[in-house]
């Protein structure tokens, strides 16, 4: 049974740091691409960042770029989400999504997190 379990979120003021993490269980992390996408309330589910399975190439959301950093060690089965300068419009609940599946250049995601909170208030 394949679990991603993410911790590290909470409450913080505009400007601070948060990392979150990704422990995977049940499956190589090794072997997949994995990402982070989030969900404010109110609205869709958005791209944050992913990385592919050998930690070679990352892809950031234009929003989060040069803020954020994705960086997984498949050694210990987790990615993690480095997240510098928030901002309030950061505030949303994060997931953790893992695939193999690439369709058309974009993942297509074959597993996901339970979500963990994040906070940014100004």
């Known amino acids: 049974q394949v679990q991603l379990v993410e911790s590290g979120g909470g409450s913080v003021q505009a400007g601070a ?3 979150l993490s990704c422990a995977a ?3 190589t992390l090794s ?3 994995m990402g982070w996408i989030r969900q404010a309330p109110g609205k869709e589910r958005e791209f944050v960042a992913r990385v ?6 990352t892809v950031y959301a234009e929003s989060v770029k040069g803020r954020f950093t994705i960086s997984r060690d498949n050694a ?5 989400l480095q997240m510098n300068s928030l901002r309030p419009e950061d505030t949303a609940i994060y997931y953790c999504a893992a695939t193999k599946i690439i369709s058309q250049g974009q993942p297509v995601w074959q597993y996901w997190g339970q979500g963990i909170q994040v906070t940014v208030s100004s």
């Open 17 to 19: 740091s948060l990392r």
């Open 25 to 27: 269980s049940g499956l």
């Open 31 to 33: 072997t997949y691409n």
């Open 52 to 57: 592919n399975w050998s930690g070679t190439s």
């Open 76 to 80: 210990k089965n987790s990615v993690y």
